[in-house]
Each structure stands twice: as structure tokens, then as C-alpha cells.
């Protein structure tokens, strides 16, 4: 079956998601919500699909319980990224776009090095949950994977196979070194309690945006750093699981602490409720603002052209 390596990779992302305990055991609840809450029990639609991002939040709920232990609310909030990777990939099929936990077996060498944050001799990451990658429009994003010629940064041949298996992550760190310039750069952070959390990405962000750094801190080694990218946003994604209305009144306003944090985040903040003015974006407007440029076309037309494919060719969505 012909392939490009961008499809590759969102495969490898989504069949890691099911392979987590945490994930394969509350998927069949959400998959039952969503076909029957969200597609009323009958085929879905591209805007269905779409919409699936208004009630994430929902979803999630449904396997949540009160007086949970702290193993629980961790295990809460990798099911929620997951959830999060799985509604962002199955809107982004056929785009230029995949998204992925951090994971050492999908992310790009230049992507990662590109994110470090040096602090003297000290390296250390953002707790980035999930990464997007937007690639450019060039003939080795979409032909056959298997048929990509491609050298690394020394100026060898990659070899397309490693012994039975697709030798994936040598031929995209040779892409996406050859590419970096052009190619965009996007981090995620999800959280399921907005209060507690909401400093962590606005200091995040703050890093990742300066230009400069007094005390010998820096962005990027290796010579790869976000600044050289095509593009760089920096995005916060919350259930949230605190409680959204109190005495019939929204507990998040314009004015609150944690909506303040995050109100100039690069990447812009986003919940998994339909969106309101001033607190935060629904999910499925990060994908318009941040992820649109994989495609000439929109994402309701590329999620069309998908349908017909969610029982074969992405059947590894598990969502027919």
C-alpha cells in the first residue's frame, strides 16, 4: 500500500496512544460517547468529525471519578494528551501535519534539539505533550515513503529499510534537517486542571519567545533552534476539569488569574468546550489557527475527503 511518510507517522502516533494501558481502557467509553452522543448512532460527518472538539471535555468525563489518588489524576492527564493527539490527527488527515506525544521513537533529532532550553551547561526540555509538525510542500512529503531518496548530514545515503522494518526516524531526521528552515514547529501543552497549571506554559512561553538571555541561557543545540524555523507557537489545551459554573455563573472570566496567564500565549489558549469570547478557544480552532498551512485546501475539505477511508485505510482511528 503506497504511503508518504507523513501518514507513516500519524499511524505510529495514534497505534502508541493504543498501546498505553491508560488509553486502550477508556477508549471504548469515549468511542461509544462519540458515536452516540456526537454522531447520534449513524455515519459521521466532516463537520461531526470536526465538531468533536466542542465536547472533549464530555468525552473525557466519562471515565472520570471523584477522590481520585494522584497515580489517577496522572494517568487522567496522559488519557487526556492522548485524547487530545487523536482528535487533532484524525482532523489532520491528508495534511502536511501530524501530531505526536514526546516520544523518542517519533520525534525528530533537529525538532528536538531545536526545543532544548540550555541553562549553562544544563539542558532541559518544555513539557511539551504534544508536538505538531507542519512539513513543507516538497514531492518527499508526499510520494511513497518507500521511494524517498535522501541523505543524512553527512552526506550519506539513507537506507530506505532496516533490516524488515521501515527505517522511519534516519530518513525523517534527514528530512527534516535538510527542511528545518521551512518547516514549523508547534507545542501543545495539555493539562486537565486549569488553575493549577496555567503559570507553567505562560513562563514556557516566555522562554521560548526572548531573543536574548542574560546568565547564559539559551534555545537550541546543535546548531537547530526554533528561532530558524518557518514557524513557532507555543499553545495551551485544557479539559478543564475544575468546575466551569458556580451558583448558574461561569467561573472563568476575562479577568480570572489563570485566564490572564495564558491570555498571550503564541499558540493561543484552548479548552474542550465550544469556544467563549474572551476566556478560551474550542480545541478545533488550534487547528485553523496554527495548524491550516499543511493543505491549499481547508480542513473541513481535506476531513471530507477522508470519510470514506475511517473503516480502511485509518481504521487505526477506531472510530467506525
Known amino acids: 500500500m503506497n504511503q508518504n511518510i507523513i501518514e507513516y507517522a500519524r499511524e505510529l502516533s495514534i497505534k502508541k496512544l493504543f498501546e498505553t494501558n491508560g488509553f486502550s481502557t477508556v477508549w471504548p467509553t469515549w468511542k461509544n460517547k462519540i458515536q452516540t452522543d456526537i454522531f447520534n448512532s449513524a455515519p459521521p460527518t466532516e463537520h461531526l468529525i470536526y465538531s468533536i472538539g466542542d465536547n472533549l471535555r464530555d468525552i473525557f468525563r466519562t471515565t472520570g471519578q471523584a477522590g481520585r489518588s494522584q497515580s489517577e489524576v496522572s494517568g487522567g492527564g496522559a488519557n487526556w494528551e492522548a485524547l487530545v493527539c487523536w ?19 517519533l ?19 518544555t513539557e511539551s505533550d504534544l508536538i505538531a509538525i507542519t512539513f513543507p510542500d516538497k514531492a518527499e512529503y508526499t510520494i511513497d515513503k518507500e521511494q524517498i531518496l535522501i541523505k543524512d548530514i553527512h552526506g550519506n545515503s539513507v537506507d530506505i529499510s532496516k533490516g524488515k522494518n521501515y527505517n522511519f526516524l534516519p530518513i525523517l531526521d534527514a528530512l527534516v534537517a535538510r527542511d528545518f528552515d521551512d518547516i514549523e514547529i508547534h507545542i501543545i501543552q495539555c493539562k486537565t486542571n486549569w488553575n493549577d497549571n496555567a503559570q507553567i506554559p505562560m513562563l514556557w512561553d516566555a522562554v521560548y519567545s526572548a531573543n536574548t538571555f542574560r546568565n547564559g541561557i539559551s534555545v537550541g543545540t546543535n546548531g537547530y533552534s526554533i528561532h530558524d524555523a518557518k514557524r513557532f507557537t507555543y499553545s495551551f489545551v485544557t479539559v478543564p476539569s475544575n468546575q466551569i459554573k458556580k451558583n448558574g455563573r461561569l467561573t472563568y472570566k476575562n479577568t480570572s488569574t489563570a485566564v490572564l496567564r495564558v491570555l498571550n500565549l503564541s499558540g493561543g489558549n484552548y479548552w474542550g468546550l465550544p469556544s467563549e469570547t474572551g476566556v478560551a478557544s474550542s ?3 488550534l487547528l485553523e489557527r496554527n495548524l491550516k498551512s499543511g493543505h491549499s ?16 485505510t485509518y481504521s487505526y482511528f477506531d472510530i467506525i
Open 87 to 105: 482528535y487533532l490527527n484524525i482532523c489532520l488527515i491528508d495534511r502536511r501535519t501530524f501530531v505526536l506525544k514526546h516520544n523518542k521513537d
Open 107 to 125: 520525534i525528530p533529532s533537529p525538532i528536538k534539539d531545536a526545543i532544548t532550553v540550555n541553562y549553562g551547561n544544563f539542558r532541559s526540555n
Open 283 to 285: 480545541i478545533k480552532e
Open 297 to 312: 485546501n481547508g480542513i473541513i475539505s481535506t476531513i471530507r475527503t477522508s470519510m470514506s477511508y475511517l473503516n480502511s
